[in-house]
């Protein structure tokens, strides 16, 4: 219902979607020996996925990184419920930037 993008590339990092409990959140995480632009498109990473309930708070982040290289991004739970209110009031899947990790952000 909604898609976390880089805010360099607009490459997009995660995926939202309606969950009983909450939001799920799925994301793919490059590993850090893959080579941004592999020619052979062969790409060494995990994936993460999280559950973001009632009872995470706003600042409650993970980081992630664009498989381009840009680095330190990060993905709060208020990225995640902006994302979602929006998809519920409009019906429309929503694109957020991710914000750049700062010396602000709460681990
Ligand atoms: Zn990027």
Same mark, same amino acid.
């Given at each position: ?19 009983? !409990?909450?939001?799920? +959140?799925? $994301? ?6 893959? *080579?941004?632009?592999?020619?052979? #498109? &062969? ?27 840009? !680095?330190?991004?990060? +993905?709060? $739970?208020?990225?995640?419920?902006t994302a979602? *209110?929006?998809?519920?009031?409009? #019906? &429309? ?15």
């Open positions: 219902m909604g898609e976390l993008v880089c805010p360099d590339c607009n490459n997009v990092m995660a995926r939202l979607f309606d969950a009983p !409990d909450g939001i799920a +959140v799925s $994301a793919w995480i490059p590993a850090a020996a893959s *080579a941004p632009g592999d020619p052979n #498109g &062969r790409r060494v990473g995990w994936t993460f996925f999280a559950m973001i309930d009632d009872s995470m708070p706003d600042e409650e982040s993970a980081p992630l990184k664009c498989w381009r290289g840009h !680095d330190h991004l990060v +993905v709060t $739970a208020r990225d995640c419920r979602a *209110a929006a998809y519920r009031s409009t #019906g &429309r899947k929503k694109r957020v930037p991710l914000s750049p990790m700062g010396p602000d952000t709460v681990r």
